[in-house]
């Protein structure tokens, strides 16, 4: 089945493999954050975010980016994906500067460009860390401005969802909004209602995770009646804790509650998934079949930060 991805962070994404390769051309000892089979190695969500970072640290040029973008989009067009948006952050791309993140924007967009023709199809969401700080945040936005294209179309937050108010980033979300981009931030997934919607007041269409929403059912009807669409990647919060196991996942009550739902990855290699595997353990929680999955991706399809010919093509 064809798939659409609307959640999965570059630098999440990446192999274990490719990140120990880099580590060793570069004499960067990262051994720390493997376990004894070579798997990343962490012990809850802040912990996830410190390896994540560390494995973050040995990317470190253009040239690194292509490399993993391509290493990336061929395991998604391996899962049956046909077009994915990546969360890709300049604070790590050149640590915010316009020149540098340019540089390796061109990078990624040489190796997005050939990808096209191997049948997936990809936009860059510009993404702030918010246990960073707004003001990183700016400079994200404003290279998310500047770089808004045919590839860049979306800007959006990610990162620690306990640290402050997701209103305290408005700022770049207006600057964001006012260069033409799409908008989504996580919420919901470490915080509770209440920060969905500090998220919504930002006027994002789109929540990462968002599923805390059901501890809510005013705020699930306020997401039906606005139509947000949920990205929601149910692998991640499992493996993360945020749920004890597949069948207790709101997934499929948010969908019953009328709420638009979408599926993906977020970091495969550190959550042990793939788009195949989400699909596998939600027909086997939830019975979900054929009509259900191709639900969710004329979802996705609506929702994601593309042009109408591309729209009308996914259809
Ligand atoms: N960055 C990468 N994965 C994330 C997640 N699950 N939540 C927040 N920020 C992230
Ligand atoms: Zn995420």
Redesign the pocket.
Known sequence: MNKIELHL?LE?AAPPGLVRALAAEKHADLSRIFDARGHYAYDGFDDFLRV?EAATSVLQTPRDYARLLRDVLERSAEQGVIYTELFVSPEFCGGGDLAAWRDYLAAMIEVADQMRAHGIDSRGIVTCIRHFGPDRAKASALCAAETAGNWITGFGM??AEAVGKATDYRWSFDCAREAGLGLTC?AG?WGGPDSIRQALDLGVTRLGHGVRAIEDDALVRDLVARGTVLEVCPG?NVALGLYPGWSLHPIARLADAGVKVTVST??PPFFYTTMRHEYDRLADAFGWGEDDFAQINRWAVEAAFCDTPTRDRLR
Do not use: A, L
């Open positions: 962070h999440g994540y990610g990162g996580h997934e991640s977020d970091d």
